[in-house]
Structure formats: structure tokens, C-alpha cells
């Protein structure tokens, strides 16, 4: 089945820097890649997400990049706020089934 | 829409008590799934459900059955408690479709087995 490594387990950032997480996946068929931000105490919700035909997309202060080939893709935070701190989760699925195997995740603490 | 509820927030057990998890969903998502959250371990799999009267094992089925007689509802019960299964647990829904979909997940149920 599919394997999803994800690094670091804790970053810790001041405010204003850029944060980058970085996940890698085993199964060459998978093709969506979702990430998902948890705050304290409640259900990770959707930020992200990108489809294997896609190398890159952007929204706002957040980007992600995939890399097919060497079967990786990476989560940038730019400009970070306080507000960022979280536990950040990466997935990965592939055609046909819904089924996503998660990351272990990565706690984020920005420091103002 | 409400979303994805579940019921209760928090749980104390003792070891060999029984009881049901209950999640709910307002938007008409095909395909539900139980998760449970350790720390370090991130988000493991215990069943996922693709539909009504259809459900199947995750990564961690062991001492945990489910049910999908609705399309809204998908309970997990928990046959005789263990401390192990000491953690918090999340239900998720999401449209189905080819290539993945965005999973809606709800606020979560911290269970504690004594």
C-alpha cells in the first residue's frame, strides 16, 4: 500500500519567515495530493490541494509543488503569522479510490 | 449546512465497556470513514464506508464495527474497550469521484479508557 513520510515533525519559525514541509510517497499511481491544517482541539480542515498534472499551485501565502518523479511534493508557508501555528497534515491518493494515507504531520509554531 | 457532527466530545470508559461513536452529514457524501489521532501517528484509518449497507476495513479495524444503513449516518461502536484505545477520534466525508476528493471532517470525540 501507499507510504507517506512527512518532515519535519516540529518547525519552529518567527513570524515573517517562510516555513516549508516536505512529504514524500511511495505508490506511482497516486496523483491527488491534499493538505490539511489542524488547529487545537478541532478536525483538520482542507488548505490545499494539488493534482498530478499540476507541478505547482499557488494560493495567497501558501504554495505547493509537486514533483512526480521523484515522487515528492512540499507545503510553503510565506510570511508566516502567529496565526499559522498548527499541526499541518499531508495526504496522498490515488485514481479510482478515495482512500487517502496521511503524513504524521508537522507541528508549526510561529513565534511573533 | 452543519457539516460533519459527532457526538459525544468527550468520553470516559472503563476497560470492557461498550459504546457507539455517532457521526452525522448534511451533504450528501457517498463515502465516510473513521479516524483515529495518536500522538506522532498522525490520522490512521480504522473503516471507511463508499455507501449505504457498504463498509470495509481501514488500517486499524481491530475492536472497533461500524454500520452504514443511511447515507447521513456512520457510527462506530467499540465492542469492549480497551486503553489502547485511548485517543481522539474524527469522522470525515467526502464526495466520491475519481482522483480524490476533499475530506470534511468533524470536530472530533476524545475518548479515555481507564
Known amino acids: 500500500g501507499e507510504n507517506v513520510e512527512q518532515h519535519p515533525s516540529t518547525l519552529s519559525v518567527q513570524e515573517g519567515d517562510s516555513a516549508v514541509i516536505k512529504c514524500t510517497y511511495s505508490?506511482?499511481?497516486?496523483?491527488?495530493f491534499p493538505w490539511y491544517k489542524q488547529e487545537l482541539g478541532k478536525g483538520p480542515q482542507l488548505i490545499i490541494d494539488?493534482?498530478?498534472?499540476?507541478g505547482e499551485k499557488k494560493d495567497q501565502r501558501i504554495a505547493v509543488t509537486l514533483n512526480k518523479t521523484a515522487k515528492h511534493f512540499s507545503l510553503h508557508i510565506t510570511e508566516t503569522q502567529p496565526e499559522d501555528s498548527a499541526v499541518y497534515f499531508c495526504?496522498?491518493?490515488?485514481?479510482?479510490?478515495?482512500?487517502?494515507?496521511f503524513g504524521r504531520g508537522t507541528s508549526l509554531i510561529v513565534h511573533p | 449546512n452543519a457539516g460533519v457532527t459527532q457526538t459525544p466530545k468527550f468520553q470516559v470508559l472503563k476497560t470492557g465497556q461498550s459504546m457507539t461513536l455517532q457521526c452525522a452529514q448534511d451533504?450528501?457524501?457517498?463515502?465516510m470513514s473513521w479516524y483515529r489521532q495518536d500522538p506522532g501517528m498522525g490520522l490512521r484509518l480504522i473503516h471507511y464506508?463508499?455507501?449505504?449497507?457498504?463498509?470495509d476495513q481501514g488500517e486499524v479495524p481491530n475492536g472497533y464495527n461500524v454500520s452504514r444503513s443511511t447515507t447521513e449516518d456512520f457510527p462506530l461502536r467499540l465492542l469492549s474497550a480497551a486503553p489502547s484505545q485511548t485517543s481522539v477520534y474524527f469522522c470525515?466525508?467526502?464526495?466520491?469521484?475519481?482522483?480524490?476528493?476533499?475530506?470534511?471532517f468533524g470536530p472530533g470525540t476524545r475518548l479515555t479508557v481507564l
Open positions: 494539488i493534482r498530478s498534472n499540476v
Open positions: 495526504a496522498a491518493s490515488k485514481g479510482g479510490s478515495y482512500i487517502p494515507t
Open positions: 470525515a466525508s467526502s464526495y466520491s469521484g475519481p482522483g480524490g476528493n476533499e475530506q470534511f
Open positions: 505508490d506511482s499511481a497516486s496523483n491527488y
Open positions: 464506508s463508499v455507501g449505504a449497507g457498504i463498509t
Open positions: 451533504m450528501n457524501h457517498e463515502y
